[in-house]
């Protein structure tokens, strides 16, 4: 696992994360419990408890600990820069919008202040308890300044001089030089000097470079064993550099999170990307929501800080340093393969294998045979979809492409495919959602790089973004007819994130799923009203209702006796009209299970209320992100694969699509995901009644249980071996 592709698609929660998401239509009938729902915030710290469950397993490899770590800490920003700024910007201008449990805004943020402030010293002491002892006895010491000798001191004084005191800026605060702005998720040194010669006590500020290593390697003293330092722990023992003359008083690290999240006005903008690039530049200048502080800091600095910066005491976070764990992504950057997951090899679907060993792969003549289901990353991205899109961009028979981009890498070969299919005089349609939250820059420079080599680039409806996973290809074929070759998809078009993200992908030539994309790709790009697809279901005007149609279905044939059972998996469920389907679903009897990674407002196992409803989580080395929708549909069952989770967002202010699964072998592939990630003998997460996530990962004897991602890749690669023997 590269810890840069966690870094660039925010760790695991990337799809959870939207401050819009509290609004909804839905109006409470009244004829279920009132308390029936989870909060949604603490359900997501929840989540995030159990990602530092998996950093707190002796268990698990070294270093893949030491990666939960960061990942959990670049978790806990994000729902500070976009929730808890929501939250607090809703108090701010007296929008009273209730929760999802009814709750106001005041009382959600003291409660996640209370849990938030109970995991961050948690998570600080896992670092130091857990695994910096575990990282000591392997040989790598993130070391302090009091553990170096005199030999390492003078070592480490060259590199600071040559390599990290010419970037430095101290910057004084008095009259002449106002407190400074301090930038979101910087690291900052406070220094307190006095003038020996006039006595007089000033306060400074020193920036840490987010451009150097956040932990700096010592030089080699001959032993074998990898050292470092954290950085501000260097630059703080060498202040008299940066202050020559001046008597150093006492320093501390702090750390400031500030509202990252960007509002643009779509109906007035006459130029969504200038008014989207207007937004970014004042993303940085966001009001403050969260102050780090290290736990030994003076209440004379604190009390500068909190008056500066505007913060609560609510909102100051005193932690043992050091601060900004997410920088332990650069320890987790070793060469240890003895310390991390053994590698998993993607394969190459067996479907789009050459019909010959040895022979040239043609992925439109396995599409053409029979529908494909690829499941990344146990299945090759690069030999899948990737190869699809570079064989339609080099294929002289085909003459159009159209594709929507949610998320692509910064070297993305899909955009340089749709460049060259482009170039070489095809007609290709982009749909670029430039609206991705902290991607929004980048999409803007693919856009334009795309519209330079005479793509046709989109920004979607307006109100909506276009969050759908979709690529169709229009090819003539040697008769002179057009097959629609369609791509319906869980996961972004990323080639880094498919190496880390589980998703699923089906290829199709079936001229039901091509017309349906042709039409869909129409009303984005052009002024088409659908009002019903045949393979698809797609919101926000059919999707939610599609499900809960399908729902009651399972319910009706619950109470006639007849055979019944709903299946589902997802990121995140809490939109309320999808949940109150299932709870009356199990009242019925129903059989519903449940496979949430992220956020869950349902209550499993409540008597008379969902009494057959179960859920599981399921979080590993691999981000666990398909959606998939199964329903029993009297023994013919109906599956459904796509990129909508069940939220408001997804359901009401997003362009989401959802494929029919047709092909029996795809279907029994499905089922047994399913059995894989509900099986007691799974390691699993169980959520309780009340709320609470108890972790089952071992057996009754102490032995670990086995690792639904470790057994899917192994039932995998043994798919492979006889097509490959032939």
Known sequence: MDADITIDDTGLITESLDDDDYESAWVDDGTLPGNRYLDRELSWLAFNTRVLELAEDPQLPLLERVNFLAIFASNLDEFFMVRVAGLKRRIATGIAVPTNIGRSPAEVLSSISARAH???DRHALAFRELVKPALDDAGIHIETWADLGQDD????DEVFTHQIFPVLMPLAVDPAHPFPYISGLSLNLSVRVR?????KVQFARIKVPSILPRFVKLPDDERGLLRFIPLEDLISNHLGELFPGMEILDHHEFRVTRNEDVEIDEDESENLIQSLERELLRRRFGPPIRLEITEDMDDRTLNLLIRELGVTEQEVYRLPAPLDLGGLFEVFKIDRPSLKYRKHLPTTSTALLPAEPGGESNIFASIKRRDVLVHHPYESFGTSVQAFLEQAAADPSVLAIKQTLYRTSGDSPIVEALIDAAQAGKAVLALVEIKARFDEQANITWARKLEKAGVHVVYGLVGLKTHCKLALVVRQESDGS??????VGTGNYNPKTSRVYEDLGLFTADPVVGNDLTRLFNELSGYAIEKKFKRLLVAPLHLRKGLIKRIKNETAAALAGRPSGIR??????????VIDALYRASQAGVSVDLVVRGICGLKPGV?????NIRVRSILGRYLEHSRIFRFENGGEPLTYIGSADMMHRNLDRRVEALVRLTDPEHLSRIDNIFDLAMADSTSSWWLEPDGEWTRHHLADDGTPLPDMQNVTMQIISARRRPVAAR
């Open 118 to 120: 109970e995991l961050q």
């Open 153 to 156: 001191r003078d070592r480490i």
């Open 195 to 199: 003038n020996p010669k006039t006595g």
């Open 482 to 487: 057009l097959t629609n070759y369609s791509h």
């Open 568 to 577: 589902i998996k997802l990121n995140s469920i809490v939109d309320e009209q």
């Open 607 to 611: 008597p008379g209320l969902s009494d």
